[in-house]
């Protein structure tokens, strides 16, 4: 069955630490996004991509950047972690159109220490 | 600026009908999800409104009034495995999906 799997499913990290989060997924879908999610807050959108070498800045990308280099896989890095970036993160792919419907993966719970 | 406002929280008895109502205010608007999350779970695709109406399926139904920027999504015969957020998110004219902070939906036997 096709899936959006991301990985590690649970992180602790250091201040100041590079961090790679990853996102595979098997649909072939071309759209894919990162979200974080935190307590009192809606999904928060930090960079998304239509499609191969296509990248954009979300509402909350500052300090956050990454690279489509195929369909499958969409990685988030963390250039330096910081302490306000503890948070769940959520990678979703979409089919095509914009408005297609999101499918998530299960979550990566960082925190920074 | 652009928002989603939803209730926090809200309580019902499992087999009751419980209403969770969303109003939007975006520049533009392309549609509305509603999506399910479990606690420590990823949000999963419940419905998808751009029309004016309602949308039925099995127990949930949701409702869009465009003119008014409003929507409800109803779940009837509560069950225990409902208790759940519910999150409710509009494109805007942009195709960006805001997103509101969702609502915990607490079930009693």
């Known amino acids: 069955d096709a899936e959006i799997t991301q990985s590690p499913r649970h992180k602790i990290t250091e201040t100041g630490r590079q961090v790679t989060l990853a996102c595979h997924q098997t649909?072939?879908?071309?759209?894919m996004f990162w979200y974080r999610q935190d307590l009192g807050h809606g999904l928060r959108l930090i960079h998304y991509?239509?499609?191969?070498?296509?990248?954009n800045k979300g509402e909350v990308s500052d300090g956050y950047s990454v690279s489509r280099s195929n369909t499958e896989d969409l990685p988030l890095t963390l250039e330096s972690a910081a302490s306000s970036q503890t948070s769940v993160y959520f990678c979703?792919?979409?089919?095509?159109?914009?408005?297609?419907?999101?499918?998530f993966g299960p979550g990566t719970r960082l925190t920074v220490l | 600026g652009q928002n989603i406002d939803q209730p926090t929280e809200m309580t019902a008895t499992e087999g009751a009908i419980v209403q969770i109502n969303c109003t939007y205010q975006?520049?533009?608007?392309?549609?509305l999800f509603w999506y399910q999350q479990h606690a420590g779970e990823a949000p999963t695709f419940l419905s998808y409104?751009?029309l004016d109406g309602l949308e039925e399926k099995g127990r949930f139904s949701s409702f869009l009034s465009r003119s008014k920027g409003y929507s409800y999504l109803l779940l009837k015969e509560l069950q225990m495995k409902d208790s759940a957020s519910y999150l409710c998110?509009?494109?805007?004219?942009?195709?960006?999906?805001?997103w509101g902070a969702g609502t915990k939906l607490i079930i009693k036997p």
């Open positions: 979703a792919s979409s089919e095509g159109r914009e408005t297609d419907t999101q499918y």
């Open positions: 975006t520049s533009g608007f392309n549609g």
């Open positions: 649909w072939n879908h071309n759209n």
């Open positions: 998110a509009a494109w805007d004219s942009n195709y960006q999906l805001i």
């Open positions: 409104n751009v």
């Open positions: 991509s239509y499609g191969v070498q296509d990248t």
